[in-house]
């Protein structure tokens, strides 16, 4: 076995005095995906968020317990949360490329952390990371539009090749789909499964088909909690908790 590539430990996550998230801990493993599932509110975001530090940004957020990538905890004083969200990046709901070109949204990132020497590793970096979010075929011949310019589903993987142009470890997506038609978001699952191979993938989703599809593992969050974590055909077959019944059978949520 190897290691988990991320470690949770008892993490407790407050916003002032309330607690969103109460004592988790999930291992979450490489080349797979883990889905995040649970009613509205349980705290699936927060907690997705918790992982790379993205809880920073909000102001009377606080995480406590002990979150390990690599064995290295991401809340030290000495990890550099820019660094850390490179290494742990995320696509968010609504597709958000920058006011900016095709070509300006990937090399961004890459030019801020150093990556490129020059502007044939740059033109190098931008062509493999469009051509693993699988839309290079798309506009290589227009990479100098604006990314707004794009269809939605073609704008969220320009977020996504975004993210792997930094070369991440973890790729965290929260509810990626949820604003596309059902054609765009059959393409992002596909894409998802392909990206598997090469990062940790986890997901939130208020869809337990797309959980089911795209997922080998799945997490059931409920008022704040784990509730249970195993493999997705067995979560949804064969439940250990009444709470995860309930809720996969429609009773709540
Ligand atoms: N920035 C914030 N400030 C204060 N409370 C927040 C903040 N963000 C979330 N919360 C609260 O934390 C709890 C968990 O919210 P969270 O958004 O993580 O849940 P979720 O499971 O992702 O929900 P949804 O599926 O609706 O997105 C909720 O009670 C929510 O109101």
């Known amino acids: ?18 607690k969103a998230i109460d004592n988790v801990s999930i291992d979450i493993d490489n080349g797979i995906v883990t889905a995040f599932i649970g009613p509205s ?7 997705l968020r918790s992982l790379n530090r993205m809880n920073d940004t909000i102001v009377g957020a606080r995480v406590t317990g002990e979150i390990l990538l690599d064995g ?28 900016k070109s095709i070509y300006e949204n990937i090399a961004y990132g890459p030019r801020i952390h150093g990556l490129a020497q020059s502007k044939a590793q740059m ?3 931008v062509e493999r ?21 794009l269809s939605g589903g073609q704008q969220q993987r320009l977020c ?6 930094v070369s991440p470890e973890i790729i965290l997506m929260d509810e990626p789909c949820s604003a596309l038609d059902p054609i765009a978001t059959a393409r992002i699952e596909e894409l998802i499964d392909e990206l598997k ?19 080998q593992r799945t997490a059931f969050f409920h008022l704040g ?16 908790e009444s709470r995860t019944k309930d809720y996969i059978t429609g009773r709540y949520g």
């Open 1 to 18: 076995m190897t290691e988990p590539k991320l470690i949770a430990r008892n993490v407790d996550v407050f916003y002032g005095e309330k």
């Open 41 to 47: 509110g349980c705290g699936k975001s927060t907690f």
């Open 72 to 99: 290295e905890n991401i809340y030290d004083a000495a990890m550099d949360p820019v660094a850390l969200r490179a290494r742990v990046g995320m696509v968010f709901q609504k597709p958000n490329p920058f006011p």
């Open 123 to 125: 033109d190098e970096i």
């Open 129 to 149: 990371s469009l051509t693993k979010a699988g839309l290079w075929d798309e506009v290589k011949d227009r990479l100098q539009d604006a990314g707004t310019a």
């Open 160 to 165: 996504i090749a975004r993210a792997i142009a």
């Open 197 to 215: 191979e090469s990062y940790a993938i986890v997901i939130v989703t208020h869809s337990m088909q797309q959980a089911a599809r795209v997922s």
């Open 225 to 240: 909690n784990l509730v249970e974590y195993g493999d997705t055909s067995e979560l949804f077959t064969n439940p250990r």
